[in-house]
């Protein structure tokens, strides 16, 4: 029969639903579409269709903007967040609202059109992991921005280009899913003088029918109240608040971990569209000692519906214990 979990951070409930009897093959994914790479801004030598690089990893005595680099930051050109003016904070009535101040970037992963992170060498996706750090701790350096996130949107049903690219989003306010997690992880610090994340990477070790991977430094989960069908959460098992602080030894074992899950997922459900989110600490240390970064994988491979819209409920239909066996037993 179905059953409520409740997720011991956001206090959020899911039904797991396993009667509907989801399995890998019952999920209907996209046919794979691929971008002309002749217009396709992300593309090496196009880089005129762009805006100006922020930064970028390129061979010794190539230009700016130019080709020769193996992963570029751009702004976004239809930015959801602009870096200048003021934040013009304002009452309306009852009513709040400020100006869209932030910064919005693209990492472009790759300068192959059909390379992805599942495929470029390891390498390649230490470099990106490097990227990351770098232009978050650049960003950091101004006071303006409270929160940083990196998020990830791949397929054509979540995604506007096929060339594999990655998001750094800045906010002057913390974003209230953040809060959310912020305020369940510090009610637990408070009674139990321990991080949450910390305790549930225990019990994971503990009882492990939800882990697909791990190694000295990471662990891949699905987690115990999983909302969507083989969610997954990647989480250092030290204590670590600040995902631009991310050390040389983990920035390897993060590549590592992140392209076995993604190529998994290849295997098990081909050309699945996904989000990926990176929750690290808001920039301050007074939340250091129970907030601990996580990446958080979402599979698109369901819908929320009015049920979901109106209860705050999720209906997942597969297991996530079965969906964590499905995805240790994928051959990569």
């Known amino acids: 029969m179905p059953q409520l979990r409740k997720d011991p951070i956001l206090k959020q409930w899911v039904i797991i639903s396993p009667e ?26 196009h880089e ?11 061979k010794a005595g190539t230009a ?11 702004p976004d050109r239809d930015p959801i967040l602009v870096p200048t003016g003021d934040t013009g904070r304002e009452g309306i009535g009852m009513f709040d609202a400020m100006n869209a101040i932030g910064i919005h970037e693209v990492v472009v992963e790759t300068p192959s059109h059909t390379q992805t992170l599942q495929t470029v060498p390891l390498d390649q996706v230490r470099e990106v992991i490097w990227t990351y750090k770098q232009r978050m701790l650049d960003i950091k350096k101004n006071p303006r921005f409270k929160h940083l996130m990196i998020v990830k949107n791949s397929g054509r049903s979540v995604s506007n280009f096929s060339h594999s690219h990655s998001h750094i989003v800045a906010t002057p306010i913390i974003p209230k899913r953040i809060e959310e997690e912020i305020d369940g992880a510090r009610e637990y610090y408070h009674y139990h003088d321990r991080c949450i994340f910390c305790d549930i990477i225990k019990q994971e070790l503990d009882q492990p029918g939800r882990i697909i991977y ?7 989960f699905c987690p115990f109240a999983s909302r969507f069908p083989f969610e997954v959460m990647i989480i250092p098992k030290t204590h670590q608040p600040f995902f631009e602080a991310i050390d040389n030894d ?22 699945l569209p996904y989000n990926f989110i ?14 601990h970064w996580h990446l958080e ?27 964590a066996q499905f995805l240790r037993d994928a051959v990569i």
Not at 282 to 291: A, E, H, K, Q, V
């Open 250 to 271: 983990h920035v390897h074992g993060f590549a590592q971990i992140l392209q076995i899950t993604l190529k998994k997922m290849q295997a098990l459900l081909a050309n």
């Open 297 to 323: 994988l979402i599979p698109k491979l369901t819908q929320v519906a009015g049920f979901e819209w109106g209860s705050g409920f999720y209906i997942n239909p597969l297991p996530p214990e079965d969906a």
């Open 214 to 220: 791990q190694d000295a430094y990471f662990v891949a």
């Open 64 to 74: 700016l903007n130019q080709p020769g680099w193996w992963v570029r930051v751009i």
């Open 278 to 291: 990176i929750h690290t600490s808001p920039c301050s240390d007074s939340y250091r000692d129970f907030f």
């Open 20 to 45: 509907r009897g989801k399995r890998p093959h019952d999920f209907r994914l996209e046919t794979e579409q691929i971008d002309d790479p002749e217009t396709c801004p992300f593309c090496e030598g």
């Open 48 to 58: 005129g269709l762009t805006p100006l690089e922020t930064m970028a990893f390129r």
